[in-house]
């Protein structure tokens, strides 16, 4: 067999992906149903049997698979005590700076604290919640100085004074402001 079929036939077994064809299996109502699956992994160019390249889900970790969650995303992801990882700032997508930890923000619910990580420095604050408005307070962060990184990190540390209200959909948040409109988005990541 050569070797780039015994990897993929490998990587098949050792990860999640026969744990996903079999719920897949036992899940499906009918043949050709739609069914909401939710995975953690990766997407890779993966060069199958026959044809050419082409993108393919590489499972490594099997959540669960629903034949009733076809209608939207499912939000499975809560605002408080979750990691969310910044991924769009003032509409820019944002990255961490080379060689940095990624930026995110944690909402503690004991005790109503907000901690993370501004892209230098650690940051902490505090918010309060109504329903789907959410107030930050003394947000504020560590004095380190670091050579890549400043300009953002203040950007996202002054973004949480404006911020007004909140929105999960599927495993995004969006932090709104008094408006509705979109301040930044983050993607919940979970702690292994």
């Given at each position: 067999?050569?070797?780039?079929?015994?990897?993929?036939?490998?990587?098949?077994?050792?990860?999640?992906?026969?744990?996903?064809?079999?719920?897949?299996?036992?899940?499906?109502?009918?043949?050709?149903?739609?069914?909401?699956?939710?995975?953690?992994?990766?997407?890779?160019?993966?060069?199958?049997?026959?044809?050419?390249?082409?993108?393919?889900?590489?499972?490594?970790?099997?959540?669960?698979?629903?034949?009733?969650?076809?209608?939207?995303?499912?939000?499975?992801?809560?605002?408080?005590?979750?990691?969310?990882?910044?991924?769009?700032?003032?509409?820019?997508?944002?990255?961490?700076?080379?060689?940095?930890?990624?930026?995110?923000?944690v909402l503690h619910s004991e005790g109503h604290r907000v901690a993370g990580f501004a892209g230098c420095n650690q940051m902490m604050g505090s918010y309060q919640l109504a329903g789907e408005k959410i107030d930050f307070s003394q947000v504020g962060g560590t004095l380190m100085a670091c050579e890549y990184g400043m300009e953002q990190e203040q950007k996202f540390q002054q973004v949480f004074a404006r911020v007004a209200g909140w929105k999960i959909s599927g495993e995004t948040l969006q932090l709104l402001d008094g408006a509705g409109a979109v301040l930044a988005t983050f993607e919940s990541r979970y702690l292994r």
């Amino acid at each position: 067999m050569p070797a780039d079929v015994t990897q993929l036939l490998n990587e098949w077994r050792n990860g999640d992906n026969a744990a996903l064809e079999r719920a897949y299996s036992k899940a499906r109502p009918m043949a050709g149903a739609p069914l909401l699956a939710v995975v953690e992994g990766r997407v890779e160019e993966r060069v199958p049997m026959e044809g050419a390249s082409r993108p393919t889900l590489i499972v490594e970790r099997f959540i669960s698979v629903d034949s009733q969650g076809c209608s939207g995303p499912q939000s499975t992801a809560q605002l408080e005590n979750t990691y969310w990882k910044l991924m769009t700032l003032d509409g820019m997508p944002m990255e961490s700076p080379p060689g940095a930890r990624e930026i995110h923000f944690v909402l503690h619910s004991e005790g109503h604290r907000v901690a993370g990580f501004a892209g230098c420095n650690q940051m902490m604050g505090s918010y309060q919640l109504a329903g789907e408005k959410i107030d930050f307070s003394q947000v504020g962060g560590t004095l380190m100085a670091c050579e890549y990184g400043m300009e953002q990190e203040q950007k996202f540390q002054q973004v949480f004074a404006r911020v007004a209200g909140w929105k999960i959909s599927g495993e995004t948040l969006q932090l709104l402001d008094g408006a509705g409109a979109v301040l930044a988005t983050f993607e919940s990541r979970y702690l292994r």
